[in-house]
């Protein structure tokens, strides 16, 4: 049972590219979520989708897009990568919004030089 | 505007030290506390849901209380493989709203 599955693991970009994140899950849960942690800040929500093409804004969504287009599968993408986007990105799933016991992939350590 | 905070930042033991971890948080009608397990590199998992004032729950050395303002992890006897950062977050609107962790040390 592989649950929430994210690639890649590691990723240098240089300032002005663009790169997508994939992050994929296996349980059939309807939520899925994008966070980013930054040492000594916890975890900031930046999209999420209530199921396939239903997605919204969390709390720090300037530079970044999300579709949704199957039950499993939830891409971040970062147009015109910048420093302040160096960070460590976590995709998270859960059968429901009310049931939010919420499963975490492995996450993808991003630097942006 | 909800808030979660966790005390202490950090916080070293000896093996067997027993002490406890804080999460306190202000939102408008708690709908569940959230206790979660981060290691080193990894993703965090899931330890404890907490709905109530009064609610406690237990997982071998740990044990999770919850009041209306605040939350504890306590840590009986702790070992080294008890070592992690811990991170709590409260249900708000459907999403969790995450404190910025405590990061737990046990020293042999």
């Known amino acids: 049972n592989a649950g929430v599955t994210q690639t890649p693991k590691f990723r240098i970009l240089k300032i002005g590219q663009s790169m997508t994140l994939q992050c994929t899950q296996d349980?059939?849960?309807?939520?899925m979520y994008w966070y980013r942690q930054d040492p000594g800040m916890g975890l900031k929500l930046i999209y999420y989708?209530?199921?396939?093409?239903?997605?919204d804004k969390g709390e720090v969504p300037n530079g970044y897009n999300v579709s949704r287009s199957t039950t499993e599968d939830f891409p971040l993408r970062l147009e015109l990568a910048a420093p302040s986007q160096t960070s460590v990105y976590f995709c998270?799933?859960?059968?429901?919004?009310?049931?939010?016991?919420?499963?975490f992939g492995a996450g993808t350590r991003l630097s942006v030089l | 505007e909800d808030q979660v905070t966790q005390s202490p930042e950090a916080l070293r033991l000896q093996e067997g030290e027993s002490s406890s971890l804080n999460c306190s948080y202000t939102?408008?009608?708690?709908?569940?506390l959230f206790w979660y397990r981060q290691d080193p590199g990894k993703g965090p998992e899931f330890l404890f849901t907490?709905?109530?004032a009064g609610e406690e729950k237990e997982k071998e050395r740990l044990k999770a209380t919850l009041t209306k303002k605040e939350s504890f992890l306590h840590i009986t006897a702790p070992k080294p493989e008890d070592s992690a950062t811990y991170l709590c977050?409260?249900?708000?609107?459907?999403?969790?709203?995450f404190g910025q962790g405590t990061e737990l040390s046990v020293k042999p």
């Open positions: 907490l709905y109530s």
């Open positions: 349980m059939n849960h309807n939520y």
């Open positions: 998270a799933s859960s059968r429901t919004g009310r049931d939010t016991i919420q499963y």
């Open positions: 977050a409260v249900h708000e609107g459907g999403k969790l709203i």
């Open positions: 939102v408008s009608g708690l709908r569940g």
């Open positions: 989708s209530v199921g396939a093409g239903i997605t």
